[in-house]
């Protein structure tokens, strides 16, 4: 298991949660971490996302809402939401995309971890 959730769960419309997503793989090989998420019938959608260097990406449905941070020393990230609506119902997934040195000759490798998942529900 590459990336470890943590967080989601069930909260009334205009609350808050917090997702925690920490990848076990070194802090120099990831370029980009985030968090998409799905519902039933629906392509899997980009929700927020920061680089190795601390530029973030939101949906437009999130922007103002919800924060999304990364813990160079711990590897991981975390994603604040608040003024949860229902409409933000669904599998929030971890993502990591980054680049892995595989032999003494610098060879490399993409990679592209997904966490296992974690619903998020929110009740009107």
């Known amino acids: 298991v590459r990336l470890v959730e943590s967080g989601g769960g069930l909260v009334q419309s205009g609350g808050s949660l917090r997702l925690a997503c920490a990848s076990t793989?070194?802090?120099?090989?990831?370029?980009?971490m985030g968090w998409y998420r799905q519902v039933p019938d629906k392509e899997r959608e980009l929700v927020a996302s920061?680089?190795?260097?601390?530029?973030?990406n939101y949906a437009d449905s999130v922007k103002g809402r919800f924060t999304i941070s990364r813990d160079r020393a711990r590897n991981s990230i975390d994603l604040q939401m608040k003024s949860l609506k229902p409409e933000d119902t669904a599998i929030y997934y971890c993502?990591?995309?980054?680049?892995?040195?595989?032999?003494?000759?610098?060879?490399?490798?993409?990679?592209?971890?997904w966490g296992q998942g974690t619903q998020v529900t929110v009740s009107s």
């Open positions: 793989r070194g802090i120099s090989s990831i370029n980009v």
């Open positions: 993502n990591a995309k980054g680049v892995v040195v595989v032999n003494v000759e610098g060879a490399t490798v993409d990679f592209d971890d």
């Open positions: 920061i680089t190795n260097g601390g530029g973030t």
